[in-house]
């Protein structure tokens, strides 16, 4: 046995204090979790109080349940703005969301400061058939001001049953006054997949990422192919104003384009919770030119989606600078009808990029020329929402994005272009870029039906 060993011993059974280098950091360690411990518990003890002079002193009578939701939603604001408490009325309506049916305006919208700021109008709804943008903020509901209401109760007043009308009285920057905005609610069925052939190009509008959305886009590619009477010149795969939904459908949407490869990996708070996620053998589109258009209003799921076919160089990506939403969302059952809907992980791109802030950025940048006031209309993303996720990888682009030449391709104005017969300047200049990619499908150049979709 070793001499310094005895030694060790010796003092320790001598009841002699062993020399500070060898007494480990345990006890210091367990005294600051034990000093943290009380203060937490301090603080609870804190909240209870102030809980019970609430419940014994304010003027009007309160509610229980009211007061311990509104500390817990208080709790979940504190983070970010996509972590939130659902109780059994919000439970449900995100499910009538997330089949995508119920009644109401197809609005999706965010709390900011008190009012509400729309995100995202959804296509083919009455919200974006009657002009409402994203950007734009809902002050009155029938002229009654709903201003330091919750985002809740806001939702609740604007949808109803189909056929009832509702007037949204809207702010939009840029414009000196406010105007009032009549609406007929519909029953919102999101057809999360819609398609179109324009000369031989399949154009794939994705609008949502709900429970059907990756086996609806597999759909459209065999409905195209069979359409066009053999493979079309490529696709345009439009994910504008899409605000995003299920991760595991933004995978197989990716998917279906891709033969190998990452897709979207996820980040947790330890260094090893990491998943990924890969695309299986089998390209639906075979291999044909594929372009991608996003916007301001393209989150989430859709810039997975976006990120994914940008990175493994098997789609140009068009447009303006996505929304930046890089956060995973987890729902956390509590109760049968309540769960918390809490962050849980980053994702990143193929690459490693996270689009947490920045978003992707196009890799051909294209104005919506067609809108008269894209200019004037200031963008709303990610960055512009109170205590939103800080990406620290974060590259400064403004550099680049300083570019006081005006490009030559992007001068014509929304009444010329109105002329022309061109609502859609963005994908119509998609399918311009299209048809030199890949050449009208010539009939002679037709081909079999593709394969049956992986599964």
Same mark, same amino acid.
């Given at each position: 046995m070793p001499k310094s060993l005895l030694r060790s011993i010796a003092l320790l059974a001598a009841g002699a204090a062993i020399p500070t280098m060898l007494i480990p950091t345990v006890q210091s360690a367990r005294a600051a979790e034990s000093d943290k411990a009380s203060d937490t518990y301090h603080q609870l003890d804190q909240f209870m109080n102030v809980f019970q002079k609430i419940r014994s002193d304010y003027v009007d009578k309160t509610d229980d349940k009211a007061l311990i939701k509104g500390a817990i939603d208080g709790m979940l604001a504190s983070l970010d703005p996509h972590s939130s408490y659902l109780d059994a009325h919000d439970f449900q309506q995100m499910k009538l969301t997330t089949d995508g049916n119920y009644g109401g305006l197809g609005l999706t919208v965010q709390a900011e400061d008190g009012v509400v700021k729309v995100v995202t109008p959804t296509e083919d709804t009455p919200a974006w058939r009657a002009g409402i943008k994203s950007g734009d903020y809902i002050t009155h509901i029938n002229g009654k001001l709903i201003y330091g209401t919750t985002l809740d109760d806001a939702v609740d007043q604007m949808r109803g049953d189909p056929g009832t009308k509702v007037t949204l009285t809207i702010v939009r920057p840029g414009r000196d006054k406010p105007f009032d905005v009549p609406l007929v609610r519909e029953n919102i069925v999101i057809k999360p997949v819609k398609w179109e052939i324009k000369n031989h190009i399949g154009i794939i509008n994705i609008n949502s990422f709900s429970k059907q959305t990756g086996a609806d886009t597999r759909a459209a590619i065999a409905a195209i192919t069979k359409a066009n009477g053999g493979l079309p010149t490529g696709y345009v795969i439009d994910l504008r104003d899409d605000p995003g939904g299920l991760l595991d459908q933004a995978i197989e949407t990716a998917d279906a384009f891709l033969d190998h490869g990452e897709i979207v990996s996820q980040r947790g708070r330890a260094k090893d919770d990491i998943e990924r996620y890969y695309a299986h053998p089998g390209d639906d589109a075979k291999g044909l030119p594929v372009i991608v258009l996003v916007n301001a209003g393209s989150a989430s799921a859709a810039e997975i989606v976006a990120g994914a076919l940008q990175d493994q160089r098997r789609a140009l990506v068009?447009?303006?600078?996505?929304?930046? $939403?890089?956060?995973?969302q987890t729902l956390l059952p509590l109760t049968e009808d309540t769960a918390l809907r809490l962050t849980t992980a980053r994702y990143y791109t193929p690459s490693g990029r996270s689009v947490q802030e920045g978003g992707i950025q196009p890799d051909v940048m294209v104005p919506q020329l067609s809108d008269p006031d894209y200019k004037d209309r200031?963008?709303?993303?990610?960055n512009d929402l109170r205590r939103h996720?800080?990406?620290?990888? $974060?590259v400064d682009d403004s550099v680049l994005e300083a570019d006081d030449k005006t490009d030559p391709r992007f001068t014509v104005t929304a009444d010329a272009l109105k002329?022309?017969?061109?609502?859609d300047f963005q994908l119509h200049y998609a399918l311009q870029t299209m048809a030199r990619l890949g050449g009208p499908l010539a009939p002679a150049a037709k081909v079999a039906l593709a394969a049956p979709a992986k599964h």
């Open positions: 068009m447009g303006e600078r996505s929304f930046g $939403k890089g956060s995973v200031p963008k709303f993303r990610e996720l800080i990406n620290e990888a $974060k002329k022309q017969g061109v609502t």
